[in-house]
């Protein structure tokens, strides 16, 4: 009784956590940071290792610690596959805070009490050992979570949230046609929401190798039809343009999102190069030979191979990412290729129109680090046995980059 106790406590703390968040601070910063997205993982992850030591110790039951357990792997679900973009300006609201952060736990305990079955607890005390590595939330624990939670929808296949949820993550993990299904079991069982058309319009996307023409373009028009205020919708609406060369018709789409946002934010900065670009390739005879000259600047060629020692461990047929990653920031590719193990030694050529986001570009960085990485799984995130091989920092434009795949992921 106590473990469970102390198990519900863990959770409705961190629930209250959650709701306040948004509510303490201004939202006119934009998406969490990297540091605010480490820090919610850190306290799922001390939250697991305090229910797997109740469990070792006999103090809380099988179902409850499967029930505490299934919740802490949605919270971490739910902070992976987070939203990077959120609507600016929300203002702060410290006394719908209070209200909650004393009213919540209360009606949880109340209604506990008056619902709850507190006697289920008093019978048989699980002894299971502990999970191996409870203190660590590894990659493969993130792809086993994805994995329960699309074995639980295939019981519940009407749980729209849950398909949602599935997408957002399958998305994570670079499976974008895995996820462009999910969204669409997500969109027809949920209400019409212009962040997730907006979502499920880039994964299709990536899913069809970067191609915003077609289905995606369909899903933007009606992400903007629910919400002309979407951040995510706008840009990419941008690059439709942008990719038809109609660039006034681009830039007026982004400068809607630098008027939504923080001028010193991330995403004002990544929109307004885009700008910047598109203007340059205006002031170009016919658009064309500007946009030639834009991706020789900036783009970088080079030869990929993998050491001798390590090609007998992998198939032919596995995947080969080629990629190229800012030298500080985020980890997001600022451009990558996929090939195969058969493609090597390979001679490749990294630009913008590799771009995973419009507004995190090759030629907005003055520092890069080129990369290649042999993944088994074909995903897009680094796994553990993984082979990579990275050069030392560069400035874009870089010729003849040597690459060798020689270095095990841990």
Excluded at 153 to 168: E, S
Aim: proline share 6%; glycine share 10%.
């Amino acid at each position: 009784m106590n473990g469970f106790f102390l198990a519900a406590g863990l959770l409705l703390g961190g629930v209250v956590i959650l709701l306040l968040r948004p509510l303490l601070r201004s939202r006119g910063q934009g998406a969490d940071s990297g540091d605010t997205r480490a820090l919610n993982l850190a306290v799922l992850r001390e939250q697991g290792a305090d229910l797997e030591r109740e469990r070792s110790e006999g103090t809380i039951n099988a179902a409850a610690y499967a029930r505490a357990r299934e919740e802490l792997e949605r919270r971490a679900l739910e902070d992976l596959a987070g939203s990077a973009v959120q609507p600016a300006g929300t203002a702060r609201r410290p006394r719908l805070a209070l209200m909650l952060g004393l009213v919540l736990p209360l009606t949880a305990v109340a209604l506990y009490l008056a619902l709850g079955q507190p006697q289920v607890f008093d019978g048989g005390k699980g002894k299971e050992a502990p999970a191996e590595g409870a203190h660590n939330l590894s990659q493969e624990q993130i792809v086993g979570m994805v994995e329960r939670l699309s074995e639980k929808l295939q019981a519940n296949p009407n749980d729209g949230a849950g398909w949602l949820m599935l997408a957002r993550s399958y998305s994570v993990l670079g499976r974008f046609p895995e996820s462009a299904a999910a969204y669409g079991r997500a969109a027809g069982l949920m209400p019409p929401d212009a962040q997730m058309f907006a979502d499920f319009a880039d994964a299709v996307a990536m899913a069809q190798g970067r191609k915003v023409q077609g289905e995606p373009e369909r899903l933007i028009r009606r992400a903007l039809e629910i919400d002309p205020r979407n951040l995510k919708a706008l840009a990419l609406s941008g690059t439709i343009y942008f990719d038809r060369q109609d660039y006034a018709s681009a830039i007026a789409e982004w400068q809607k999102v630098v008027a939504l946002v923080p001028p010193e934010s991330p995403i004002a900065s990544g929109i307004q190069g885009s700008i910047r670009d598109a203007e340059s390739r205006m002031g170009g005879s016919g658009g064309a030979p500007a946009k030639v000259v834009a991706v020789a600047d900036s783009s970088i060629t080079g030869i990929v191979s993998i050491d001798p020692a390590h090609g007998g461990r992998f198939a032919p047929t596995d995947t080969v990412f080629v990629f190229a990653r800012a030298e500080r920031g985020p980890k997001m590719p600022l451009a990558i290729l996929r090939k195969t193990v058969a493609d090597l030694p390979l001679r490749f050529t990294l630009d913008d129109s590799m771009a995973m986001s419009p507004n995190f570009r090759l030629s907005q960085q003055t520092r890069v680090v080129v990369g290649a990485r042999i993944s088994k799984s074909g995903d897009a995130m680094p796994r553990a046995g993984d082979l990579q091989g990275l050069s030392e920092p560069m400035a874009p434009g870089g010729r003849d980059v040597r690459i060798l795949i020689n270095s095990t992921v841990d």
